[in-house]
């Protein structure tokens, strides 16, 4: 994660329970080079204090060819980062509304978070979903209007295919999204606006 401009930081363990990490590391750099890099054994968050207590310090200070190494048993720093924030929960988005989803969002790409598309589709996802309703349910009136020899079967196996269909496409857009360089909001939108002429073309074949 990145704590501000030049300042980055990782962990290698985080127990959510404990609020206790393992293998931490912080490096700053200053016109594309390493000046400040620390390493601690564990860290764990302080609610007295309200910050991190790193534990087994060992920092290095960088200046041109001069290194100093110090050491401390602990040290207290303060980091841009809850340990809520640490949490990873794959049901996060689920739980947002739209304001706090689109803040969270924000808040991660400020501290240089990888894997933000998911989160990014489902934001946009949840403007594209009425549409959604709206476009199939045209669809459905246009196809029910047809007068059809043997009922309303083939007119029920025709909606089931057509939303099948839209289903996997909007899996497949979500898909190369997360994974490829597919923008999230044309992933979102994407099956509705293929399916907005597939609504015209049966629209025009429609009786009148």
Known sequence: MRADSNTYFGIRYYDT????????????VSHNKMIYNLRAETINWDTSRKSWKLNNVV??????????VA???????????QPADLRRDEFLKDKLTTPELSEYIKAEELR????????KVEKYRRSAT??????LTMIGAVIASRKIRGGSGLHLAI???????????????TV?????????LIAAWLP?????????????????
């Open 159 to 173: 909606g089931i295919a057509i939303a099948a269909i839209f289903i996997i496409s909007d899996r497949f857009s």
């Open 176 to 184: 190369f999204a997360v994974k490829s360089n597919l923008p999230p």
């Open 192 to 208: 509705n606006i293929v399916f907005c002429f597939v609504a015209w073309w049966f629209y025009k074949k429609a009786p009148k």
């Open 112 to 119: 240089g978070t990888e894997g933000l598309n998911t989160l």
């Open 59 to 68: 920092a290095r200070t960088i200046d041109s060819m001069k290194e100093i």
């Open 17 to 28: 329970a404990a609020k206790r990490a393992t293998g931490f590391f912080l490096d700053r």
């Open 130 to 135: 009425p549409f959604t309703v709206v476009l």
């Open 71 to 81: 050491n401390a048993e602990y040290m207290y720093m303060e980091l841009n980062v």
